[in-house]
């Protein structure tokens, strides 16, 4: 039983690491081709936001159509970023809660 309690514990010890190192790894969306690229942690906190200034040209269209356009690119950053971010949780975080459901009493 104190093998078992030692081992939950190593395992719980290793998941609040691998979530402080998520935390602090900056993953990248974008989309327009660059025109919009978000940056998250690897929790999925939106940490950045950059904004090509080709992206607010209202040479051929006009501010409202700019401005619609760019709300729809920077969701779409943001999301892609997120998606990253689920990518990296799953690699980070996924053999250990594997190893958790392995466990008796484990709602994993």
Same mark, same amino acid.
């Given at each position: 039983?104190?093998?078992?309690? %030692? %081992?939950?514990?190593?395992?719980?010890? !290793?998941?609040?690491?691998?979530?402080?190192?998520?935390?602090?790894? /900056?993953?990248? *969306? =974008?989309? +327009?081709? #660059?025109?919009?690229?978000?940056?998250?942690?690897? =929790? *999925? !906190?939106?940490?950045?936001?950059?904004? !090509?200034? %080709?992206?607010?040209?209202?040479? !051929?269209?006009?501010?409202?159509?700019?401005?619609?356009?760019? @709300?729809?690119?920077?969701?779409?950053?943001?999301?892609?970023?997120?998606?990253? @971010?689920? @990518?990296?949780?799953?690699?980070?975080? +996924? /053999?250990? @809660? %594997? *190893?958790? #459901? *392995?466990? /008796? +009493?484990?709602?994993?």
């Amino acid at each position: 039983m104190q093998q078992l309690l %030692q %081992q939950a514990q190593k395992m719980q010890q !290793d998941l609040a690491a691998a979530q402080q190192e998520l935390a602090e790894t /900056p993953v990248e *969306g =974008s989309a +327009g081709g #660059g025109l919009v690229k978000a940056t998250v942690n690897g =929790s *999925g !906190d939106l940490q950045g936001l950059v904004v !090509d200034p %080709q992206a607010v040209d209202t040479t !051929d269209a006009t501010a409202e159509e700019v401005a619609e356009t760019l @709300a729809d690119l920077v969701v779409a950053a943001v999301r892609d970023a997120n998606a990253a @971010a689920q @990518a990296l949780q799953q690699e980070k975080l +996924g /053999p250990l @809660a %594997q *190893g958790l #459901g *392995g466990m /008796p +009493g484990m709602p994993f």
